[in-house]
Nanobody, 118 residues
Framework: QVRLVESGGDSVRSGGFLQLSCTAS????????MAWYRQRPGKERELVAR???????TYADFVKGRFTMSKENRNNILNLSMSKLEVEDSAVYFC????????????WGQGTQVTVSG
């Protein structure tokens, strides 16, 4: 069982910056694809960024050039740095981990709220 805990959500003005963190209960970065999703009010959950083990991270078009993921391997932390925030980025952001081997195991964090005001 893997526990994921997000932190860093806050209220900011448009154009601002936030860094979200996802702390995993154990070292899973070498065996799990890590990802950030978000769910905006009234919308379905959508993929923001994804990072498979030993491969490059990829980003949704709507965050390219503004959001960047990074890892703190020693502390099992996955960060999402978000710059030039827009009102449309307001959402609950979730950390996700999916195992790269069978049987597939998937874990979600509880989410952290990001609110961007104009």
């Amino acid at each position: 069982q893997v526990r994921l805990v997000e932190s860093g959500g806050d209220s900011v003005r448009s154009g601002g910056f936030l860094q979200l963190s996802c702390t995993a209960s154990t070292n899973i970065f070498e065996t799990y694809t890590m990802a950030w999703y978000r769910q905006r009010p009234g919308k379905e959950r959508e993929l923001v960024a994804r990072w498979p083990p030993r491969r490059l991270s990829t980003y949704a078009d709507f965050v390219k050039g503004r959001f960047t993921m990074s890892k703190e391997n020693r502390n099992n932390i996955l960060n999402l740095s978000m710059s030039k925030l827009e009102v449309e980025d307001s959402a609950v952001y979730f950390c996700n981990a999916v195992s790269d081997s069978s049987p597939t195991r998937e874990y979600w964090g509880q989410g952290t709220q990001v609110t961007v005001s104009g």
